[in-house]
């Protein structure tokens, strides 16, 4: 069993940074897929970013591509989500996620784990 748990969301400026933390536990996740989804209220969970077990392949949904960047670290057991350039349309929350597949994938079915999400608001 996986626990996932999300940290770093908050309150930004349009234009701003933030990034995002995912610490997991239970196992080692170095042979998992993991992602990012996002999620705002009355929409369904939307894809941001996906990366392999080794970190080696990743990609991103097109309305975040060249802001955000996904990666991991599997010797702390951690995936990180780096958010510059932020826009309004950005606020969700987020959520990560693992599966027991070594490659990402951009289905929320594709996934076994998911953390309880973290907050990410942008003001304009």
């Known amino acids: 069993q996986v626990q996932l748990v999300e940290s770093g969301g908050g309150l930004v400026q349009a234009g701003g940074s933030l990034r995002l933390s995912c610490a997991a536990s239970?196992?080692?996740?170095?042979?998992?897929?993991m992602a990012w989804f996002r999620q705002t209220p009355g929409k369904e969970r939307e894809f941001v970013a996906t990366?392999?077990?080794?970190?080696?392949?990743?990609a991103s949904a097109d309305s975040v591509k060249g802001r955000f960047t996904i990666s991991r670290d599997n010797s702390k057991n951690t995936l990180s989500l780096q958010m510059n350039s932020l826009k309004p349309e950005d606020t969700a929350v987020y959520y990560c996620?693992?599966?027991?597949?070594?490659?990402?994938?951009?289905?929320?079915?594709?996934?076994?784990?998911w953390g309880q999400g973290t907050q990410v608001t942008v003001s304009s």
């Open positions: 239970g196992r080692s996740v170095r042979d998992y897929g």
């Open positions: 996620a693992a599966r027991t597949g070594y490659f990402g994938a951009r289905k929320v079915g594709e996934y076994n784990y």
């Open positions: 990366i392999s077990g080794n970190g080696g392949i990743t």
